[in-house]
């Protein structure tokens, strides 16, 4: 889907401007791309795959909506992008965007992996309560914590 190479460079962008470094591989054999920035003295590499999601308006409501599907490639530090486009705006920018760690993308019996942090309801995606963490700028000021995708205790009930 010609949508998914807009989706990827959409991601790349709000990543650049928030001061990661974007490399693109020569070839796209699983990640597509990888970001990097100095963290607490350190340098922090994340491969990042972005799953771009597109809704027909015929969509109904769900309680639990994002990305199901294969990942030609998984690693401890990636980061699974998922930004949320409108039914009914084509050629705009997603109504949101999730930045999930890999410990929150779950392998499925024969349908790869899954990561569903968004609801759906009135033709458009919403974040559901427990992920909002991960979306927009709280989830870019997540990612850039040095145990992001080591520490699922960070992300408390309270958000802290």
Same mark, same amino acid.
């Given at each position: 889907?010609?949508?998914?190479?807009?989706?990827?460079?959409?991601?790349?962008?709000?990543?650049?401007?928030?001061?990661?470094?974007?490399?693109?591989?020569?070839?796209?054999?699983?990640f597509?791309?990888?970001?990097?920035?100095?963290?607490?003295?350190?340098?922090?590499?994340?491969?990042?795959?972005?799953?771009?999601?597109?809704?027909?308006?015929?969509?109904?409501?769900?309680?639990?909506?994002?990305?199901?599907?294969?990942?030609?490639?998984?690693?401890?530090?990636m980061?699974?992008?998922?930004?949320?486009?409108?039914a009914?705006?084509?050629?705009?920018?997603? *109504?949101?965007?999730?930045?999930?760690?890999?410990? %929150?993308?779950?392998?499925? +019996? #024969?349908r =790869?992996?899954?990561?569903? @942090?968004?609801?759906?309801?009135?033709? *458009?995606?919403?974040?559901?309560?427990?992920?909002? %963490?991960f979306?927009?700028? +709280? #989830?870019? =000021?997540?990612?850039?914590? @040095?145990?992001?995708?080591?520490?699922?205790?960070?992300?408390?009930?309270?958000?802290?």
């Amino acid at each position: 889907m010609a949508r998914d190479y807009f989706a990827e460079l959409y991601v790349a962008g709000i990543l650049g401007d928030r001061g990661w470094t974007v490399y693109f591989p020569k070839r796209d054999v699983g990640f597509d791309f990888v970001i990097t920035k100095e963290i607490a003295g350190a340098v922090v590499m994340r491969p990042v795959q972005v799953k771009g999601k597109y809704p027909n308006s015929e969509r109904l409501k769900r309680v639990r909506y994002g990305y199901i599907g294969s990942l030609s490639q998984v690693h401890p530090e990636m980061l699974l992008a998922i930004p949320f486009f409108s039914a009914d705006r084509l050629g705009t920018a997603p *109504v949101c965007t999730a930045y999930c760690p890999r410990w %929150r993308v779950r392998p499925q +019996a #024969g349908r =790869g992996y899954a990561c569903q @942090p968004a609801s759906w309801a009135d033709g *458009v995606p919403r974040p559901r309560r427990e992920y909002t %963490r991960f979306f927009d700028d +709280a #989830g870019l =000021g997540a990612m850039e914590k @040095p145990d992001w995708s080591t520490s699922p205790a960070q992300f408390s009930s309270n958000g802290t």
